[in-house]
């Protein structure tokens, strides 16, 4: 499982990552942010696969993703 954080804060509401997320789960928040923009939101995190494409699209650095570590054995 994977744990996706924007920094909603910084934000500019791009969708480079909602454009990019290969499944689909992320969208842009109906709140306005103090930057006056829509932040971007992952809504259903249970379905993130960490693949961290959205973080890799983000021209700004306000994604962050974590994986959890399975060890085998």
Request: proline share 5%; glycine share 8%; hydrophobic share 35%.
């Amino acid at each position: 499982m994977a744990r996706v954080t924007f920094r909603e804060e910084r934000c500019k509401g791009c969708e480079l990552c909602r454009h990019f997320c290969p499944r689909g789960i992320i969208a842009m928040a109906s709140h306005i942010n103090g930057m006056g923009f829509h932040p971007a939101t992952v809504t259903e995190p249970e379905k993130c696969t960490g693949c961290a494409t959205c973080a890799k699209m983000c021209p700004d650095l306000v994604i962050e993703v974590e994986r959890e570590v399975v060890q085998v054995g």
